[in-house]
């Protein structure tokens, strides 16, 4: 169980630095490459980059929840 806790936590890991970087900086960011930089004039932002804020945001929440469990099954070894 605590193997399978610490995959999932370093394939989060990952993937959390990954999509942090996609995101639209102040200065444009690398989400550009993939078509983020077309904007809504209504919500401000675009559809894929509300998008990958929701993805983000729901793999940080899987993150936590991994460390939490890890730590719970450590702290009762």
Do not use: C, P, Q, Y
Not at 25 to 34: E, H, R, T, W
Not at 48 to 72: K, Q, S, Y
Request: no cysteine; hydrophobic share 55%.
């Amino acid at each position: 169980m605590i193997a399978a806790l610490e995959i999932v936590l370093a394939l989060t890991s990952v993937l959390l630095i990954v999509l942090v970087l996609l995101h639209r900086g102040k200065g444009g960011g690398l989400s550009d490459l993939f078509g983020g930089g077309v904007s809504s004039s209504l919500g401000g932002s675009s559809v894929a980059e509300r998008n990958l804020d929701r993805i983000t945001i729901a793999l940080g929440l899987i993150w936590a929840a991994t460390i939490v469990g890890l730590g719970l099954l450590l702290k009762n070894r």
